[in-house]
């Protein structure tokens, strides 16, 4: 059939008169040729259609019928894991995964550390010093925020430490007034929300890490507000579980703006102080591991004081860089990391050799020689602090020169 088609068509070419290479049809001849030729012929189709059992639905309501009841009962087969949920429905399937809960702050050591040696007495000297000691702490520390403020006062004692870590109290102080001026005179939650974030950060930029505690600030406030009734919580779990908030501000928060005695809030002056008193055996590493010493030999009733003295002691006398052991009277015998402030004579060069060896657990030695011309004149053996750093090392050596 084909081959009688195309031999049809050709007996219809004539040559061009004007090249003897090409050949002309007439168009309407060419086109009725080719009609007669397929008259009758129904194409047929390459592939070959079998039909499966699955293909047997008519009509259309009938395809969707069954689809609808093959969805219905993969939906009803048991899931392969018990641990996983799945969503079914026309959307795409989701896992459900439940929210991580946050770790709970540990309140006690398993084993209790040992009350330290003269403790008691190393205390009341410390007390009694800071009788007659106005410290930084006294006027502007956390608990001063509140006395500024209607009611509730909380929510300002809250902001007030949250502010204070990495700062100094002076500074601390100054960004909580320049907040409360820039929320509308008022330091409360439904302010802080109302407010714009550039007017919190530019009120607290003299704090350290500003930016980040304008974002938590704004954070916390919203969350209190969405999840404990515009107040500040009373629970420690509660209280960290609010961005930039920590064990310490935790508790520091508890006692101040609801007077409970929940623990003991350690930053660097109390971490500090307590391990170059030598309280901790061995010395303790982070602020969480002497809160916890402390609270398991310490008594209780002294756990809501201990922050404000030692803060206000090492923010005036036992200062993280030059401490002032001269005027300390712990340095009689009740510190191990006392040290002897010796006066050169006038005229005199001094040196500072230092020698890091460690002697005892009280920490590492540093001798001090203080030499004349080509003469020694006097010798210091110095002991500090199991936690002195090389840089407090270093202020020795500068603090004895002329």
């Known amino acids: 059939m084909k081959r009688s088609a195309i031999n049809n068509i050709h007996t219809l070419a004539r040559q061009s008169p004007h090249n003897s290479r090409v050949t002309i049809y007439d168009p309407v001849e060419l086109s009725q040729a080719i009609e007669s030729t397929t008259a009758g012929v129904a194409r047929r189709s390459k592939r070959l259609m079998v039909p499966s059992e699955d293909d047997t639905v008519t009509s259309e309501d009938e395809r969707m019928a069954k689809k609808r009841a093959k969805t219905v009962a993969k939906s009803e087969e048991p899931a ?12 795409r399937s989701k896992r459900v995964t439940s929210p991580r809960k946050p770790k709970p702050i540990p309140t006690a050591l398993e084993t209790p550390h040992s009350a330290p040696l003269q403790w008691r007495e190393t205390y009341d000297t410390i007390k009694r010093m800071r009788e007659s000691i ?13 006395l500024k403020e209607a009611d509730p006062k909380r929510f300002s004692t809250l902001v007030s430490l949250m502010l204070s870590s990495q700062t100094k109290d002076e500074v601390t102080d100054a960004a909580v007034a320049k907040l409360r001026d820039a929320v509308g005179g008022t330091l409360s939650i439904d302010a802080v929300i109302n407010a714009d974030e550039s007017a919190i950060a530019d009120a607290i930029s003299k704090v350290g890490f500003w930016r980040r505690k304008t974002q938590y600030i704004k954070q916390a406030a919203q969350k209190l507000h969405d999840d404990f009734g515009s107040d500040v919580p009373r629970t420690v779990d509660e209280l960290c579980s609010l961005p930039g908030v920590g064990p310490k501000m935790a508790f520091l928060t508890l006692q101040v703006a609801w007077k409970l005695n929940a623990g003991i809030g350690v930053d660097v002056h ?58 300390c009277e712990l340095s009689s015998g009740l510190c191990p990391s006392a040290r002897t402030v010796v006066r050169g004579k006038s005229g005199s060069k001094k040196t500072a050799i230092m020698t890091m060896a460690r002697d005892s657990e009280a920490g590492p030695q540093i001798e001090v020689k ?3 011309e080509d003469r020694t004149v006097e010798q210091q053996t110095t002991l500090l602090s199991p936690l002195t750093t090389l840089e407090e090392a270093d202020h020795v050596k500068r603090e004895s020169a002329p």
């Open 80 to 91: 392969n894991k018990s641990t996983s949920q799945f969503v079914s429905g026309a959307s």
């Open 370 to 372: 203080f030499e004349e």
């Open 270 to 327: 109390v971490h500090r102080i307590t391990n170059r008193l030598g309280w901790h055996k061995p010395p303790t590493k982070t602020p969480e591991q002497t809160r916890l010493n402390l609270q398991s030999w310490l008594p209780r009733e002294l756990h809501p004081e201990i922050n404000h003295l030692l803060v206000g002691f090492g923010q005036t006398i036992c200062a993280p860089v030059g401490p002032k052991c001269d005027q």
């Open 134 to 146: 106005v410290a930084p702490v006294d006027t502007m520390g956390c608990d001063r925020a509140q």
